[in-house]
């Protein structure tokens, strides 16, 4: 073995030298940390806040009075696994007192996840369904989003409405799928099949 690699091992093994980088690493990620922890403090409350406002515009087009909803600070574990069982995750509730609920769900698209407000009146019928956030392509399933006619003409979120029975909405059966976005159009009825199976699962 050469005194070059010699001396190289040695430098690699050195503690001195192992100290000091392991120091660097330490201070660098904390740095790191510290960086994101204050991009993270001064983002959070916009953030908060503008989903507060999608979730209040959402709330007014599934329900003829949002006002008369009130949010339900703990979810039922029985509405959480009906939902999972449906495919969807229930995140939000709003009860109307007798007049039915108001469910933020999420269920998964074809580009990610799919956040949806559903309304459910107090006899299990759906009475809107709006989109709070996604990230489907735009231009194919956006046309979903953003309730676009399918063939059949009726928008693709208004089509749900008056539908009822957890588990029984089927895209191609009694949903109509907007033309190229078949995975969007279920990801949307997978949700709503979850909203319904909540609701039912607390009357």
């Known amino acids: ?5 010699k001396t190289k091992e040695k430098v690699d093994m050195d503690p001195k030298y192992i100290t000091k980088l392991t120091v660097t690493l330490l201070v660098t990620c904390i740095i790191v940390a510290g960086l994101l922890g204050l ?3 001064v983002t959070a409350g916009p953030i908060a806040q503008i989903n507060q406002q999608k ?3 959402a709330m007014a087009q599934v329900v003829s009075d949002p006002s008369s909803f009130q949010a339900v600070a703990e979810l039922p574990q029985a509405a959480v696994d009906a939902a999972t069982a449906a495919g969807g995750t229930l995140t939000e509730l709003y ?4 007049a039915g609920y108001v469910l933020k769900v999420v269920a998964s698209g074809s580009q990610g996840n799919i ?3 559903v309304g459910v009146d107090g006899d299990g019928v759906v ?4 989109i709070v956030d996604n990230a489907e392509t735009a231009g194919i399933g956006s046309k979903v989003m953003d309730n676009e006619a399918t063939s059949a003409g009726t ?3 208004d089509q ?3 539908k009822s029975g957890a588990g029984t909405l089927v895209v191609k059966q009694n949903i109509d799928a907007v033309t190229g976005a078949t995975v969007s159009t279920k990801g949307v009825t997978k949700g709503v099949n979850a909203a319904l199976a909540a609701a039912e699962a607390m009357n």
């Open 1 to 5: 073995m050469s005194n070059e690699v």
């Open 39 to 41: 991009v993270n403090g």
């Open 55 to 57: 979730t209040e515009q």
């Open 95 to 98: 009860d109307g007192q007798g």
């Open 115 to 117: 956040e949806m407000m």
């Open 127 to 130: 009475t809107g369904v709006s």
């Open 155 to 157: 928008g693709a979120l």
């Open 160 to 162: 749900f409405v008056g």
